[in-house]
C-alpha cells in the first residue's frame, strides 16, 4: 500500500528454484518455522504445524532470513559481498536444548535434510514415525523398506487426498513397496501438509517435502533435535493423535491404471 512502511522483496529466479523456506524471525529473539504458507488453507482448512523457537538458535535463523533478504534486493548474489547486518546475541538458559538447522540449498551444496534423514533411517533399531504430504523419493523409500524388513517399526502417514493428482498416485507408489515391506502406511482423513520425522530418538521439522524438489533443488528449512522431552512432545501432539485418526492402507489400494507413468513423473518432482 502506498506510505506502508512493510517492505517487501521478490526473490529473482532465472533457474525455477524455489525458496520454499517458512521463517518468521521477531525481534531476533523468536522465531516461528514449519511447513505453513500464508494462506487461508493452512490456517484453516489443511492439517500444518509450526514450531517456535526461542534461545542461541534464533541467531542463525535471523542470519538464514538476512542472507535470503539481501540476496533478493537489485544486486542478486553480489548483495552476499556485503556484511550482513547485526544479529542479536542471545544468552543460552536453563531448560535449553540443543538444536541443528537443516538445509536445503543447492547453490551451496546444501543437502542436509536428505543426508541426515538416510543417515537416521539406516541406524533405527526400534521406530520410524513419517507425516508428509509428498513422498516419492526413492533413495528415501528404498531405505525405509530396509529398515522395515530388518524388524524397525515403520509407520508413515500421508494424506487421504492432496492438492496434487500426480503426487498422490507417487504416493500410492511409495506405500506399495512399503507395505510389501512390512511397513504400516496410514491414509489421513483430510490433507495433512507436516513434514516431521521421528527415527528412534531424533527427530526433525520444517518445510521439506520427501521428494526431489525438498531434498535436492529447491531451498528447505529444517530443525532437528534429540531431546527426550521434546521428542515425547512432538510423539504427543502429533504422531499418537494422527494414527489414531488416520487408516491404515491395504496393498490392494495402492494399485492404480495409471501408477508407473505417475511414479515416474513423481520421481522427477
Excluded at 523468536?30 to 526461542?54: C, P, R
Aim: with cysteine; hydrophobic share 45%.
Amino acid at each position: 500500500r502506498e506510505n506502508s512502511k512493510v517492505r517487501v522483496r521478490r526473490t529473482l529466479n532465472p533457474w525455477l528454484i524455489c525458496d520454499h523456506t517458512k521463517l518468521l524471525v521477531f525481534d531476533q529473539r523468536t522465531a516461528i518455522m514449519g511447513g505453513m504458507n500464508m494462506g487461508q488453507e493452512y490456517f484453516s482448512e489443511w492439517h500444518d504445524l509450526m514450531v517456535k523457537v526461542e534461545g542461541p538458535v534464533v541467531r542463525n535463523l535471523a542470519r538464514e532470513f538476512n542472507r535470503a533478504w539481501r540476496k533478493a534486493s537489485i544486486f542478486g548474489d553480489f548483495a552476499l559481498l556485503q556484511n550482513p547486518k547485526f544479529v542479536h546475541e542471545v544468552a543460552p538458559k536453563p531448560g535449553d536444548i540443543p538444536l541443528r538447522l537443516l538445509r536445503t540449498d543447492s547453490a551451496r551444496g546444501q543437502t542436509h535434510v536428505l543426508d541426515s534423514t538416510l543417515l537416521a533411517i539406516r541406524a533405527a533399531r526400534k521406530r520410524i514415525w513419517i507425516e508428509n504430504p509428498y513422498f516419492a523419493h526413492d533413495e528415501t523409500a528404498r531405505a525405509l523398506e530396509a529398515a522395515a524388513r530388518r524388524g524397525v517399526d515403520v509407520r508413515v502417514i500421508l494424506p487421504a487426498r492432496g492438492d496434487s493428482t500426480i503426487m498422490d498416485a507417487g504416493n500410492l507408489g511409495t506405500a506399495r513397496g512399503l507395505i510389501q515391506a512390512g511397513a504400516k502406511v496410514y491414509r489421513y482423513p483430510r490433507m495433512t501438509h507436516m513434514k516431521v520425522i521421528i527415527c528412534d530418538g531424533w527427530a526433525h521439522v520444517g518445510s521439506a517435502n520427501l521428494d526431489t524438489l525438498s531434498l535436492r533443488i529447491n531451498r528447505e528449512l529444517n530443525l532437528a533435535f534429540s531431546d527426550p522431552k521434546a521428542i515425547r512432545s512432538l510423539e504427543q501432539a502429533v504422531f499418537l493423535p494422527d494414527f489414531r485418526r488416520s487408516k491404515l492402507i491395504r496393498l490392494e489400494e495402492t494399485q492404480t491404471p495409471v501408477a508407473p507413468l505417475a511414479e515416474a513423473i513423481a520421481d522427477q518432482l
